[in-house]
């Protein structure tokens, strides 16, 4: 043993001297030890080599929990009876000793985890529990369990079920306690941490747990206190999710105990906003739950109870009061209020009036039971309060008539466009004149307020919801019709405006799509002059127009066409393919500076590429139906980020055995052989003037090109519109894919590609530059947006192939290196030097602790309740222990590496289908390397980030990987998987990241030795997983069944 070590070992063992004056001078020796470089590097080494024959930090920290139990027992003996002086003394010592072990843990624990999980639960659950101890040292083992146990993932992880839910009845019961008793917010934040660890990492949840919470609930209703009611409903919340499937009878059935009582208390207490903000998501998660995608009957799929009607009413007239206090509260304030209402309370009055609204019904008389007190209930001497609500599309229309003031209106026109977006049948056929009228009337009130962009925005949802009724009356129709043309002709005039652009072009293509007005000449107009400029509201709009409308042969009419015939005149379509690309350039645009629009905005892919080649055609609309025609290919499409609540819906409408979607088996969809667009021929003259156009705009960008200066995201912009364009003329069948490949465009596009390669050259230099970080992301998103692996064909497949024959090998090879140096980026790794800062942080610590003294577990906070609404925002983020895969864990650096890493994998797994100009092989050898074990280290998050991306991006679908190479990328699993056996979230991620793995291995290969051994690895991990699912019960069959 060194002598360090040595020193350290005496001093814990003179801590439990019997003269309390010794141990007072051995404290200070401690603290100095265990702040020592040499001793830390000793102790550190010790706790991770897991030999308990050594002294480590556990050691020490038993030897500590000895000296705070003698210290503890001569405070316990102390006579109860003695001076002021004598008391504040005391309170000192217990501070002392408190903040003793407070330091001891962040010198063990600050450069990692090293004190055992157990130890320190043991600790803290053996202090909180008993009487004495708790009073003492209660608050403070609490902000350990809080900040210095539960927001560490390695503990997160080590915590038992049976930790869990001991931890959970623990402060639970501690919550129960009288007010008078407990520091309720401090505790209520545990219970939120604890519940979130209990439903992630667990499975052995119970719904009798569910009691616990009834009880808060009505608890923060009688003592007429809401201090951390918020921590406890958003815990509700989290088990509430988890429940849902397998009990959703009680669940719904606590929803009619616990509401009522958070009417009570929404209405008699004055709660502030995060608390009003659990209890609309508490709100929101019951209707989800009774009334699955709106439905309203059992038969549907809802689920129905006697007391659930009265309560949605009773919900629904407690939001109309308050959206109108809102109101009151903007119009009456000082200062600068924003005029909407927050899109949480809005979706849920649209799914309550969903609910609520009949035809049958315009009032009905409610009763009021939560304003009973429970003595009054008991001694039934009060009868339920009455309360008369309004009921109906009438109180919507009265909301937008009676008030000019934005901040009455605003909310209104937000339910009603959430409403008829989301149930667009709750809108009555007889209510659309009404309605329509009422906003009409609205809409040319632009220039006083901010409510034209919430009128344009309704407007477009009743525009789509006619759209789609087929019963109107001949005589309402023609009613209609004059109410549109009005609309029609204000939003065209204000269409210059740019606060309201982007409304105003969704309201005209929502007219045009529902078919409401015939669109005349003065409309192709706006997409050929300085009215507005090209943008992606624009571009959507006019691709809803040329896919229902025929585009009209010139904007004149025909006497103004004859006066210009003298000139040479731009045919309708050639005016709008040159608004398009080169929107306010001079005629000699090719010496130009000024960029256009279409080269530093970003537009829906392939839109703009389908809107120009659809206008070269002699019928654009066939054309542009053409292209439309295509379906999104399902397997490509984003993953919705969380699921789960509308799987849980679909489950419960499932239940109807209405649909039987479920029982069906999923069938590959079959790769169809493409036809080219038959009938459809181009008009040469106009080709011809799109060619030009397409390489003036090269021109113009090599012409200026700087490789210091030019933004690469400009040329990359022009090169994939020129192969877009390309491509759709492939796809339907003007040109041949060979023939493009030795255009002029396509040679263009390959010179930008070329100088876009040059800025990526540059990165490799400076690699830590803030600016080119970002631009470089931006160019590896815009790269990866041009590559698609679908089978099916469409125009996206056929752009892909022509954007792979840009990328040079050296461009490849260039991103390539990048990803190894910024994968083998270690930043400055931890000095123990400076554990002596500790010092001054220890004695900021004991200060803290001293002016802090009158505030513990067993004594309310006097400013709890209002200290609740500033901590519980950052709680509700910061609540429990961060996931290793959060992206809060990455930097820029690492963010820009995981978008080249999927850049990269895209390009290689499309070119097994494509001719390209680099070796696929080689890339993906590269790839490779970076998971050897040499390199790879799963323990970091960013590391671990890479893996992931190369599991489930590499193996492609239609064209499976070497057989060795899919052996190389086993090869690390079964170490990442030992590594985080205990993280649930890391292993079900793992596990969905692994599936495009199994068809690798399920495809005929002749390497069978290579084939033996990757399905060897990987049955060992999936066994290895099972073993754990069936010994343990852990929180993985979500995943099993999918994953099966």
Request: glycine letters at 4%; aromatic letters at 8%.
């Amino acid at each position: 043993m060194s002598l360090a070590l040595n020193d350290l070992l005496i001093c814990c063992r003179q801590l439990e001297h019997d003269r309390a004056t010794e141990r007072r001078k051995e404290v200070e020796k401690f603290k100095r030890l265990i702040r020592d470089p040499e001793t830390v590097q000793h102790l550190d080494r010790h706790s991770d080599s897991k030999q308990g024959k050594y002294l480590n930090w556990d050691a020490v920290f038993r030897f500590l929990q000895k000296y705070v139990q003698k210290e503890t027992e001569c405070l316990k003996t102390a006579k109860p009876g003695v001076s002021a002086s004598a008391q504040a003394t005391r309170q000192k010592k217990m501070q002392e000793i408190s903040s003793l072990v407070k330091y001891f843990i962040k010198c063990a624990n600050k450069r990692a985890p090293r004190l055992k999980c157990q130890e320190l639960l043991n600790y803290i659950m053996e202090t909180v529990k008993d009487s004495f101890n708790g009073n003492v040292f209660g608050a403070d083992c609490s902000n350990l369990l809080l900040k210095d146990i539960l927001t560490v993932r390695k503990y997160w992880c080590e915590i038992s079920q049976q930790q869990w839910l001991e931890l959970f009845s623990v402060y639970f019961n501690l919550y129960l306690k009288p007010a008078q008793d407990i520091n309720r917010v401090l505790v209520a934040r545990i219970i939120h941490a604890v519940t979130r660890g209990c439903c992630s990492q667990t499975d052995g949840l119970s719904s009798k747990l569910l009691d616990f919470f009834s009880k808060a609930i009505h608890h923060a209703r009688q003592e007429k206190s809401s201090a951390g009611l918020n921590h406890i409903l958003a815990a509700f919340i989290i088990f509430l999710k988890t429940l849902a499937v397998n009990f959703r009878t009680r669940v719904c059935q606590l929803g009619d105990e616990v509401l009522p009582t958070l009417l009570y208390i929404w209405t008699q207490h004055r709660l502030n906003d995060s608390l009003k903000e659990v209890i609309i998501e508490l709100f929101q998660l019951q209707i989800y739950i009774r009334h699955p995608k709106g439905a309203k009957t059992q038969e549907k799929g809802a689920f129905e109870s006697s007391k659930w009607k009265g309560i949605l009413y009773n919900i629904y007239d407690l939001l109309i009061n308050e959206i109108s206090h809102i109101g009151s509260r903007g119009k009456y304030s000082s200062g600068s209020r924003n005029v909407a209402v927050k899109e949480n309370l809005i979706e849920l009055m649209a799914d309550i009036c969903h609910q609520v609204f009949n035809e049958d019904t315009g009032s009905l008389e409610i009763s009021q039971s939560y304003t009973i007190t429970q003595r009054e209930l008991n001694d039934y001497s009060a009868a339920c309060k009455k309360r008369k609500i309004e009921l109906g599309w009438d109180v919507i229309k009265d909301h937008l008539q009676k008030s000019q003031n934005d901040f009455d209106l605003v909310p209104w026109l937000q339910i009603a466009t959430r409403l008829i977006s989301k149930y667009p049948s709750n809108l009555p056929n007889y209510e659309l004149s009404p309605l329509l009228m009422i906003l009409s009337q609205l809409l040319p009130q632009q220039r006083h307020g901010e409510r034209t962009p919430y009128v344009l925005r309704c407007l477009v949802e009743v525009a789509s919801c006619q759209g789609k009724k087929s019963d109107l009356e001949s005589s309402q129709k023609a009613d209609l019709l004059k109410l549109w043309t009005k609309i029609w002709s204000i939003t065209f005039r204000g269409i210059s405006s740019e606060r309201i652009q982007a409304e105003n072009f969704g309201l005209l293509g929502a007219i045009i799509q529902g078919g409401l007005i015939e669109v005349d000449r003065e409309f192709w107009k706006l997409f050929t002059g300085s009215a507005c400029r090209p943008s992606c509201p624009a571009v959507c709009c006019l691709t809803l127009a040329l896919t229902i409308c025929v585009v009209p042969d010139s904007a004149k009419t025909g006497a103004e066409q004859s006066m210009c015939e003298v000139n040479r005149s731009f045919s309708l379509k050639e005016l709008i393919m040159k608004w398009l690309l080169l929107y306010q350039l001079e005629e000699d645009f090719e010496d130009s500076t000024e960029l256009p629009p279409v080269l530093h905005s970003n537009f829906p892919h392939l839109a703009l590429e389908k809107i120009l080649v659809s206008l070269t055609m002699k019928n654009s609309k066939a054309a542009m139906n053409f292209f439309q025609r295509e379906p999104e290919c399902e397997r490509h499409q984003k993953d919705a980020e969380d699921p789960s609540l509308s799987e849980i819906e679909e489950l419960f409408l499932q239940t109807t055995f209405d649909k039987m979607d479920f029982l069906s088996v999923v069938k590959e969809c079959p790769v169809e052989k493409h036809q080219s667009g038959v009938g459809i021929s181009v008009h040469q003259n106009l080709k011809e003037s799109l060619d030009r156009y397409l390489l003036g705009l090269s021109e113009q960008l090599l012409n200026n090109y700087s490789c210091e200066s030019t933004n690469a995201e400009t040329l990359i912009r022009c090169s994939s519109l020129m192969v877009g364009v390309l491509g759709c003329y492939c796809y339907v069948g003007v040109i041949a894919e060979e023939e493009a490949y030795k255009s002029e465009l396509f040679q263009k596009a390959k010179s930008l590609m070329q100088c876009a390669g040059e800025s990526i050259t540059l990165f490799k230099n400076k690699p830590h530059e803030e600016s080119r970080i970002v631009s470089l992301r931006n160019v590896m998103h815009l790269c990866t947006r041009c590559l698609s692996n679908c089978p099916r064909p469409s125009p996206s497949k056929i752009a892909s192939g022509f954007f792979l024959r840009l990328l040079t090998s050296k461009l490849m090879n260039d991103v390539a290196d990048i990803c190894r140096s910024l994968a083998s980026f270690t930043r400055k790794p931890f000095d123990y030097g400076e554990v002596e800062s500790l010092e001054d942080d220890a004695d900021a610590s004991l200060m803290e602790g001293e002016d802090q003294s009158s505030m513990n577990l067993f004594s309310e906070d006097p400013a709890a309740s209002v200290s609740d609404a500033n901590v519980s925002g950052e709680a509700q983020s910061t609540i429990g222990a961060m996931n290793p895969l959060a992206e809060e864990q990455l930097s820029k650096q690492d963010l820009l590496f995981l978008d080249m890493l999927k850049f990269l994998c895209m390009c290689v797994t499309t070119a097994q289908t494509n001719t390209v100009s680099f070796r696929a092989a080689d890339i993906r050898r590269k790839l490779l390397m970076l998971i050897d074990s040499s390199m790879l280290d799963p323990a970091k998050s960013l590391h671990l980030h890479m893996y992931l991306v190369l599991l489930k991006e590499l193996p492609g679908e239609e064209h499976p990987l070497p057989m060795e190479e899919v052996v190389e990328l086993l090869k690390p699993l079964s170490n990442v998987c030992s590594l985080y056996r205990r993280d649930q979230d890391v292993c079900k991620t793992v596990l969905n990241h692994v599936v495009p793995i199994v068809t690798n291995l399920c495809q005929g290969s002749m390497d069978a030795e290579n084939t033996r051994d990757a399905q060897g690895q990987f049955l060992t991990v999936i066994g290895a997983f099972w073993l754990i699912l069936i010994q343990n019960g852990l929180f993985l069959m979500q995943w099993a069944k999918s994953f099966l």
